[in-house]
C-alpha cells in the first residue's frame, strides 16, 4: 500500500512538471522589432527648393525621403498640383495608373526617364510612375541602349524631336534636368550620401554626391566628399 501511494505521488509530480513547461512553452518571448531610420522632412527649404529636392531623391530612389518631403510641401501649400501627383506616383499601382498593354523601346543617347515620360505619356513629371512601371529603382540610372516598356499602343513613326527652348519647358522638367542652385537641398543629399557611405553602399552615395554637386556647384565639402567616395568605388571594383 505504501509503495502504490509513492508510485501515485510520482506520478502526480510528473503530470505537474509536464503541464508547468507546457504552460512555459505557448508563451514564447516576444522578437524585437528591427530599428528603423526615422525620416524627417529637411527643414527651411522653400516650396520650389522643396520640391525640386523631392524630384532629385525620387530620381536617385529615396522614396521614402522623397514622401516626407512632399508631404512637408503639400502641409504648407495643399493646393499644390505638382507635389500632390508626384505623391500619387510614389504609392499608386504603376499598372493602373498607365495600363496593362504596352510596347518596347530602346532608349538613346540624350534619353532622361522624365524626357521619356514627357514624349510618350505627354507630362515629364511621370517620369517615377513610368520607372515604377518597368521596376527600375533609380531613373537616374536609365543608359541608352536600355529597354523601357511604354504604356499605351506603339506610333507607326518615331522621330526624334529637338530640345525645346529653355524659357518654353515645364517648369517640372526644368527642376528635373536642370534644377537651379539649392545649397539646403544639396547638403540634404550629401548627408545621405554620408550615411550610404557608412552602410558600405558606395555606388548609390556616388550618385547622391553628383546630384548634390549639380545642386550647389560651389560648395567645396561636396566636391571633396564626391572624389573620396569615387576612390573608394574604384577601390572596391578593383578587388
Known amino acids: 500500500m505504501t509503495g502504490g501511494r509513492k508510485h501515485l505521488g510520482l506520478a502526480t509530480a510528473l503530470v505537474a512538471c509536464a503541464l508547468l513547461a507546457a504552460g512555459c512553452a505557448t508563451t514564447p518571448a516576444t522578437p524585437h522589432a528591427p530599428a528603423t531610420r526615422a525620416v524627417a ?18 530620381n536617385h530612389g529615396d522614396r521614402d525621403q522623397a514622401r516626407a518631403e512632399l508631404g512637408a510641401l503639400l502641409a504648407a501649400s495643399p493646393g499644390n498640383a505638382q507635389a500632390q501627383r508626384l505623391l500619387k506616383e510614389v504609392d499608386e499601382d504603376p499598372q493602373a495608373a ?13 534619353d532622361t526617364m522624365a524626357s521619356v515620360a514627357a514624349r510618350f ?24 541602349g536600355q529597354v523601357l516598356m511604354i504604356p499605351g499602343e506603339p506610333r507607326r513613326t518615331e522621330e526624334p524631336r529637338a530640345p525645346a527652348p529653355a524659357s518654353s519647358q515645364p517648369q517640372a522638367a526644368v527642376a528635373h534636368s536642370a534644377p537651379p542652385a539649392q545649397p539646403v537641398a544639396a547638403r540634404r543629399l550629401r548627408a545621405v550620401a554620408l550615411e550610404d557611405i557608412d552602410r558600405g553602399q558606395i555606388n548609390r552615395a556616388v550618385r547622391f554626391l553628383q ?3 549639380q545642386l550647389d556647384p ?19 571594383q578593383g578587388r
Open 41 to 58: 522632412a529637411t527643414p527651411g527649404l522653400s516650396e520650389n527648393e522643396r520640391l525640386g529636392l523631392a524630384v532629385a531623391l525620387l
Open 211 to 213: 546630384q548634390a554637386a
Open 121 to 144: 505619356l505627354g507630362d515629364p513629371l511621370k517620369f517615377y510612375v513610368l520607372a515604377r512601371y518597368n521596376n527600375v529603382a533609380t531613373p537616374a540610372s536609365l543608359v541608352a
Open 98 to 110: 498607365l495600363g496593362r498593354r504596352n510596347f518596347p523601346y530602346t532608349t538613346r543617347p540624350g
Open 218 to 236: 560651389d560648395n567645396p565639402q561636396i566636391k571633396r566628399d564626391l572624389a573620396r567616395a569615387r576612390r573608394i568605388a574604384m577601390t572596391v
